[in-house]
């Protein structure tokens, strides 16, 4: 397939994470409901929020309605952005204990004077439903099984279903945060894929990303990857979701300019995000599962 076979404006197939996430979540709902007749078990998500940000709240809004979705417990804990660390922590303890709740999320960001990291290593890992203990990193480093971070599982399990394979491929992924970039990385080595994570000191950044077969926008900058910047026939997963000055929503990919070169991509809301979701509900019916064999 030559280059000039993807200059058609409609070559691009759209990768439909909202439809892909659903037939997940109904898949869930099934074993949720299985789960319950066989165990007399409801998985149990806690969310707390600190504060009233509003991104933040719709975030938690759309967590709630997934476990209505799904059947689960869900529990919402609002505290105000003044609360000590110490409090914080207290809440997460009793949480711990509670042996109706099998996943723990504390939506980020934080307020400044509470320590992220404080806040992530006092999650019990077996409830760690988003992935982010330093313990199930290590796990995921080492390769073994664990909580993994919901955004980089999404975008794998997008890939799996949209029948791209990633073995062999290089992959250049472009932001290295610990929520996305880094996670993402390790489980794209373990299924035998080449990666390349680039950042804001990457030098000659372009002539990498344009290397790419799999291109993951990563960065949080308004459609900043350019057609310029992208190899054609490569399939581009945007991850960036970023509210512009009218109030609409754009990517971290110029997704007018690349869809035409490249032959999948996702789409900015409607690819990634209902994935993120997907998969903090499938580890919260797993560690649910888990605690039953316990």
């Known amino acids: 397939m030559g280059t000039g076979d993807f200059l058609g404006e409609e070559m691009a197939e759209i990768i439909d994470g909202k439809k892909i996430s659903l037939i997940i979540q109904e898949e ?13 078990v409801v998985p149990g998500l806690a969310v707390i929020l600190v504060g009233n940000d509003p991104a933040s709240e719709v ?36 949480l711990n204990e509670d042996e109706d709740i099998h996943g723990i ?10 320590s992220t990291d404080a806040v992530i290593e006092a999650i019990a890992p077996r409830k760690d439903v988003d992935g982010f203990h330093p313990y199930n990193i290590g796990r995921l480093f080492a390769g073994l099984p664990a909580p993994r971070a919901c955004t980089p599982a999404g975008i794998m399990v997008l890939l799996e279903k ?18 996305v970039g880094k996670p993402l990385a390790l489980m794209f080595i373990a299924q035998s894929a080449t990666v390349t994570v680039c950042h804001s000191q990457t030098v000659a950044l372009g002539k990498i990303t344009k290397e790419a077969d799999i291109l993951v926008a990563a960065l949080g900058k308004p459609r900043f990857i350019s057609a310029a910047m992208v190899k ?22 110029d997704f007018s300019e690349v869809a035409p070169l490249v032959s999948h991509i996702t789409p900015v809301p409607g690819g990634v995000g209902p994935m993120t979701i997907a998969m903090l509900m499938n580890n919260t019916l797993i560690a649910a599962q888990c605690a039953c064999a316990m």
Do not use: M, W
């Open 232 to 253: 054609h026939g490569a399939t581009v997963i945007d991850v960036g979701v970023n509210r512009l000055a009218d109030g609409t929503l754009a990517g971290d990919v």
């Open 59 to 94: 975030y938690v809004r759309n967590k709630k309605n997934a476990c209505e979705r799904l059947g689960f417990l869900s529990r919402q804990i609002a505290l105000p952005s003044e609360i000590s660390q110490g409090a914080l922590l207290e809440q997460i303890a009793i």
């Open 162 to 179: 949209s029948g791209i394979g990633v073995v062999g491929k290089h992959v250049v992924i472009v932001g290295r945060s610990n929520i």
């Open 28 to 40: 869930l709902r099934v074993k949720t409901a299985t789960l319950s007749q066989a165990f007399g």
């Open 105 to 114: 999320l504390v939506q980020l960001p934080l307020p400044k004077h509470i």
